[in-house]
């Protein structure tokens, strides 16, 4: 594999020129426009090894100008740099040989494919859910009929998630060091280009299996660590409307046989109600109505062992006090004006604080760490992060190099916040939004906003290639929210698409749920008796789980995705992602078409134990009966990582 990447680089081509981005922004959706002014092939004309690797030299005979590429080479590492770039240049490409069957995986998180090649990626965070976009697709899936399997052309789609990283399926990784705008261009059958506005820096590392090609990458970009061991003791359910709801609605579970860890109320801050739905008032304290006396009832909670969790964003909302604290001492990102830049959110403005500026920075963090860490709270969604404006005006720094950068700022803080009050085994937060920097200090991802319904790319089967995605851009730990979040137009969550939600997401690290936009809209976990027995059941394989899962979650300290692509250990499966591994020993097939009772599963180079039934199969595509209550999940026979008792509890709790 030294060798593979010794020849892609000697055989690295480079054009460079100049431009200018043109960024308009709606409601965290970016549309990007780029003007070359020109642009300019270089010839390569020297190649020189020394006693740290190589230099290529590229020149452009218009400018009589030559372009130094550094190769740096340490126990097979591959550190590149470029020097002496011309006055005025500020776009580079950088084209590299690949093979005609080789795939790409990362780049952050992709939702309606996983495979990268014959696309070009976009590397710049922003609102996932484009509201044109959705709004077109609706109604054209009103009108028509659109199957829910096809989805849209992968340039209409944006990522919370974004980051100059790939992995080959030739057991290697690139990551460049880039801030700026990029694109990562898989699109030519036999090169990949990387499009770069930063001067050119990047790292190729190989390995002899994917598991060590993520371990490299880690060592790399880092790992978060450990998450607290609570997290795996049953379900985290979705409460809002205040103390007396999470009572009545804990109870009722507790009493159907569900096994509670958690009970997550994003608007313990309070609530506001807008066209778009029930949200929440970015008001980072308390509310007294809705959460009187809030510090007591988590104790109360505690005691049960049900951990109370909340939710924080970048923005404040502009009614509030903490906001007119926080713009009287300019601690407000800032339009050309020198005014609060007033970001419109769904259907309401809000202000943005600037984490640039140090004194706004620690006073954010500090909210975290005294009024939430402060009054109990055991964890929370670190919401949002790809929102910052690049036309906005900062303390410090440009906003067009900062903007990926800002939810790896935002998960740093919340990290901090965590580590200075010592609470890392006890308490955690999760993120949608991510760029470099954010492997290291985000506790986990949440896959972001899915629709409740079962389209492709934005709904129930959208989960399995996001999750995929960002274990091979390095995050380990990832779930999405049982059930979905987004409800527009006629839109709405039914019971068969919740009970298959939690059927997929009980073989992932985390049971979360969540209500939704429009709760009343959407059928809940405590709908009816159903729900509820089925709900009581999920949350004992979950528990079942925990040992399986504690030794995946040490795994993914080392770098290592506790969710998997079936290549990872089977490398003939290139282009799967309607089924994924749970680690070395289990794989799952969720069901992710409305009104199927049974999935054709394609089964790895292995002999396979089906759960529910004992039955025993080896290669090859099984047609599984998947009833209401459950669906296709598989034990390796030869298993390595997962032990014979909790294989023989999960078979208990499955076939109960």
């Not at 040989?97 to 990626?121: A, I, R």
């Not at 274990?471 to 990832?478: A, D, L, R």
């Not at 992602?577 to 054709?600: F, Q, S």
Request: proline content about 4%.
């Amino acid at each position: 594999m030294k060798e593979l990447l010794h020849h892609m680089l000697k055989n690295t081509s480079l054009s460079v020129g100049q431009g200018r981005n043109y960024f308009t922004m709606s409601r965290g959706s970016f549309r990007y426009r780029k003007f070359i002014q020109w642009r300019r092939d270089l010839v390569q004309t020297g190649l020189e090894y020394n006693e740290k690797g190589f230099t290529l030299t590229f020149h452009d005979d218009r400018d009589n100008h030559d372009y130094y590429m550094d190769v740096f080479m340490h126990e097979g590492k591959y550190d590149v740099q470029m020097r002496n770039i011309a006055k005025g240049v500020n776009r580079f490409w950088i084209t590299m040989p690949c093979g005609s069957n080789e795939h790409f995986y990362g780049c952050g998180e992709t939702y309606s494919k996983f495979d990268l090649k014959g696309e070009k990626v976009r590397i710049f965070v922003a609102e996932h859910q484009n509201t044109s976009r959705i709004s077109r697709k609706i109604v054209k899936d009103k009108i028509v009929g659109t199957d829910p399997e096809k989805d849209l052309p992968f340039s209409a789609y944006e990522s919370y998630y974004a980051q100059p990283t790939f992995v080959s399926s030739r057991k290697y990784y690139l990551h460049a060091d880039s801030v700026q705008y990029a694109e990562f261009d898989f699109r030519k059958e036999n090169q990949i280009t990387l499009y770069l506005q930063d001067h050119p820096s990047f790292h190729m590392e190989s390995g002899k299996t994917f598991t060590e090609v993520s371990q490299k990458m880690s060592q790399r970009l880092g790992s978060y660590g450990k998450l607290p061991e609570w997290l795996y003791d049953g379900a985290i359910l979705a409460i809002q409307e205040g103390c007396d709801a999470i009572d009545r609605r804990v109870q009722k579970a507790l009493d159907a046989g569900v096994i509670v860890n958690g009970v997550w109320s994003q608007d313990w801050c309070g609530c506001r109600r807008t066209g778009f739905g029930y949200q929440v008032m970015w008001n980072w304290e308390a509310d007294d109505e809705l959460y009187p006396n809030l510090k007591d009832k988590i104790k109360e909670w505690n005691a049960k062992g049900i951990h109370f969790l909340g939710y924080i964003n970048p923005f404040m909302a502009i009614e509030k006090p903490l906001y007119k604290y926080a713009s009287s001492h300019g601690y407000c990102v800032k339009n050309k004006k020198g005014e609060d830049y007033m970001v419109t959110i769904t259907t309401f403005p809000a202000a943005m604080i600037d984490f640039t500026n140090p004194e706004a920075y620690e006073w954010y963090k500090g909210l975290i760490k005294e009024n939430m860490i402060g009054i109990g709270m055991s964890g929370w969604m670190a919401d949002f992060g790809e929102y910052l404006p690049v036309d906005c005006v900062l303390h410090k720094g440009d906003p067009k190099k900062l903007h990926n950068q800002w939810p790896a700022i935002w998960a740093k803080m919340n990290r901090e916040a965590v580590e200075e009050c010592n609470k890392k085994d006890e308490v955690f937060f999760f993120m949608r939004a991510g760029y470099t920097g954010s492997v290291k200090d985000a506790a986990c991802m949440w896959t972001g906003d899915q629709h409740v319904d079962w389209s492709k790319d934005d709904g129930l089967p959208s989960v399995i290639p996001a999750t995929l995605s960002l274990g091979m851009s390095g995050q380990t730990i990832v779930h999405s929210d049982v059930g979905g979040y987004t409800t527009v137009m006629q839109m709405t969550r039914s019971k068969e698409l919740l009970l298959r939600w939690e059927e997929m997401n009980v073989w992932s690290p985390l049971y979360r749920f969540h209500e939704g936009n429009q709760p009343s809209r959407n059928v809940q976990f405590d709908t009816d008796e159903e729900l509820l027995a089925h709900l009581a059941k999920m949350s004992r394989i979950h528990v079942a789980l925990k040992p399986y899962l504690l030794k995946l979650e040490e795994e993914a300290q080392q770098g290592i995705p506790m969710i998997r692509p079936l290549f990872y250990h089977y490398e003939d499966l290139y282009e799967n992602y309607k089924e994924y591994l749970l680690g070395r020993d289990i794989l799952v097939a969720p069901v992710r078409k409305k009104g199927k009772t049974e999935r054709h599963v394609i089964l790895p180079d292995d002999t396979w134990i089906e759960l529910s039934t004992g039955k025993e199969y080896g290669k090859g595509i099984a047609v599984i009966e998947a009833p209401i209550g459950s669906i296709p999940v598989f034990v390796r026979k030869n298993y390595t990582v997962i032990d014979k008792e909790t294989i023989k509890q999960l078979e208990k709790e499955i076939r109960s």
